[in-house]
């Protein structure tokens, strides 16, 4: 019970997070200007058994483009192929196309540990959708929970170009529950390829003999809540 009490402590410092700080670690104005829009957001926190060190380095990795596509071809897609590959533009930015050619544009907005016991990964993207023109910021935060691994959280602020999707987001049934499954989708990837390149990272430590452990096989699923942040 005490366990369960601290894991659900810890989660919800790391929810009452989200949202903020997002625009303070930014330099770029752009990014800083969207996010005061009225943004459709969404926020998903859970609690992971992953020693912060090595969830640190895995996220630091100079190759990390690749290592995430190579993860998510292994343990997420069904057929063990990247459906729509992203490319590595030069100078942090990247670029996909879905099946319906439309192109997403990424930009990296920061990657690296806030303090000593943070790390922060935010990214910017842009493009076209059904209903469309959009651009969203993704932020993606860890932070050092002791004992219990990382309090593990990922926030959107999805601004789409056209007023009436933006005021439906809000206030019609059907497109929240889009937005809110785009997000649900989003976490699970991001937590399925998280664990395995952290899981790659723990074994390599252990093979150089140094490094922080964690049990052998998957972590499991600790504590986990999807949030509506407010528009």
Known sequence: MKRFVLQLVALVLAASSFGLGTADLLDDAEAKALLEKKCIRFGTSELLPIPFETACKTLEQPDLLKAVQEEFARSVSENGQVDFPVFDDGGGKYHYINEKGHR?????????????????????????RFFGRYDVVVHLQIVDAGALGIAYSVSTHAYPHNWLTRFSARKVAPTKKYFAG??????????????????????????????????????PLLFHATVPLGY
């Open 182 to 219: 785009k997000m649900k989708l989003v976490s699970y990837i991001a937590r399925e390829v998280g664990i395995g390149l952290c899981q790659a990272e723990a074994f390599r430590q252990e093979l150089e003999g140094g490094g922080p452990r964690h049990p052998t096989g998957e972590p």
């Open 104 to 128: 997403t544009d990424i930009k990296e907005l920061y990657r690296k540990k806030t303090d000593d016991h943070s790390f922060d990964y935010i990214v910017w993207a842009t493009g076209k």
